[in-house]
């Protein structure tokens, strides 16, 4: 039998419902890894171990007798977006040190509503805006494959923890390749749903013009389309929202029709080619789909999907917002050394935007959103790269290597990883999914992309390829 630490969420679930493992054993063991690993890797900021251990206790006195599949399965939360009723949501910012609890965000009602425990919050940049996790509140965050390596970014300390065997599955927000940059770098599966499909409410309707949808990341295929059964479907009050499909995800996820026309590319929306690694990815999951049956044509992205300084006028002015209201909460503004460098230039810009500004950003993205749906008129997907290159060194991607030059900032992280933003804009599903490793041993993954909706074909297609490559998950 294997180590709870090392099951995948449904099969620990199912261990648990059999009382083959106790929910307080299951906790166990994901608190003694992280204890084990943390103090290297850096993924866990805060933990509430003792009141996890007590709610697994109370969980195994009162078991339902029809508890959902993921339920009793340890659980992290990301330190941004989402807010706790347990834990506080600190933006990876000194300047949000003493943040208190805010109250459950209706996913995370869901997830605790399944059975999730929550254990702690895991490591992110600050404001989730870069492309490592290094923040200066928390430190980095380091890599199970390779510690002098990135986790990625933004959800790098939730991608360690899944990827080093603390926990099977933990929260990720995807603004722009967040939850799916660090899945590549950590060899674990990562899924950005369609947008709307997850709620964020009730403080939010839409995060960043609708940019951004927070998911989690997972070991498994399985155990992602398990999670967004949990919590797809509109909330309460919304005005915008995705139903999901009848009998949920996880049911359908076998059930791909084919053979479908699936679209390579290697090349990013700027015509630049991705490195030998990443193409060769590309190449061997496309062999592998042509095997199933489907059909692997040629494709490019259309040249609208080359965003520029205005992607980034849609994210921050939120983090503005937050700065600003939590400046009111304490009844002063931050000093320098409570928001680090880059968050400063950022604010600086996003008070220069105007209301004319923030519309035409919008407009920009509408645009590129109907280009990317035009270009996949012949295709029912689109098969790339996950990155454009290996997992970088640590410190190699931040804000101060770049000269603490903003637009080299850009141009170093979005080169970084320029397959990312395009399904944002278009409020599209994709995946990353990791399928060889590099001479070095670091992990190599690959992206699939659909259309609007399509949530199910991604995943089920993600599946296909997870069995056939038979990817295990954890690091050697």
């Not at 500004?357 to 098969?383: C, N, Y």
Request: hydrophobic share 45%.
């Amino acid at each position: 039998m294997s180590k709870p630490h090392q099951s995948d969420a449904l099969d620990l679930a199912s261990r648990i419902a059999k009382r083959d493992l106790s929910v307080r054993e299951a906790t166990e063991a994901a608190i003694a890894t992280i204890e084990k690993q943390n103090s290297v890797l850096n993924a866990v900021v805060a933990e509430r171990f003792d009141k996890a251990r007590a709610e697994a206790d109370e969980m195994d006195r009162s078991r339902p007798e029809q508890a959902g599949p993921l339920w009793g399965v340890p659980f992290l939360l990301k330190d941004v977006n989402l807010y706790s009723a347990v834990l506080p949501t600190r933006f990876a910012s000194r300047f949000f040190a003493t943040a208190q609890p805010k109250g459950d965000s209706t996913m995370v009602h869901r997830w605790r509503e399944g059975g999730l425990v929550v254990l702690g919050t895991t490591n992110t940049p600050e404001f989730a805006g870069d492309f490592t996790t290094e923040p200066l509140a928390y430190g980095p965050c380091r890599n199970p494959w390779n510690a002098g390596v990135t986790v990625g970014g933004s959800s790098g300390g939730a991608a360690a923890a899944v990827a080093s065997g603390m926990v099977p599955m933990a929260h990720g927000t995807d603004l722009g390749g967040s939850i799916r940059i660090p899945a590549a770098c950590c060899g674990v599966f990562g899924f950005k749903p369609s947008v709307g499909l997850n709620p964020l409410g009730p403080w939010w309707d839409e995060i960043a013009g609708g940019l951004d949808s927070d998911h989690v990341l997972t070991r498994s295929v399985r155990d992602s389309a398990a999670a967004l059964d949990l919590t797809a479907g509109p909330d309460r009050g919304t005005r915008i929202g995705r139903q999901a499909p009848a009998g949920g995800y996880l049911a359908v996820l076998d059930g791909i029709i084919g053979p479908l026309r699936i679209g390579l590319t290697t090349k990013d929306p700027y015509g630049r080619s991705a490195g030998a690694a990443q193409v060769a990815a590309a190449e061997k999951a496309a062999l592998f789909l042509e095997a199933m049956g489907h059909v692997v044509v040629p494709y490019d992205f259309p040249v609208e999907a080359q965003s520029g300084p205005w992607f980034d006028s849609l994210w921050i002015v939120e983090v503005l917002h937050l700065v600003e209201e939590r400046a009111r909460e304490l009844g002063r503004q931050p000093e320098r050394d409570e928001l680090e460098p880059m968050t400063w230039a950022f604010i600086e810009q996003a008070r220069q935007l105007s209301a004319l500004d923030l519309l035409e950003a919008r407009l920009k993205m509408t645009a590129v959103a109907q280009a990317i749906g035009r270009s996949m008129k012949e295709v029912d997907l689109v098969l790339t790269p996950a990155l454009s290159e290996d997992p970088a060194p640590l410190g190699s991607l931040t804000y101060a290597a770049c000269g603490s030059d903003l637009q080299k900032w850009i141009e170093r992280g979005y080169g970084f990883a320029p397959f990312a933003t395009p399904a944002n804009l278009a409020g599209q599903p994709s995946a990353v999914l990791p399928v060889s490793l590099t001479v070095s041993g670091l992990p190599v993954a690959v992206q699939i992309t659909g259309r609007p909706g399509d949530d199910a074909l991604v995943l089920g297609v993600s599946k296909a390829l997870e069995d056939a490559i038979g990817w295990a998950g954890l690091p050697v």
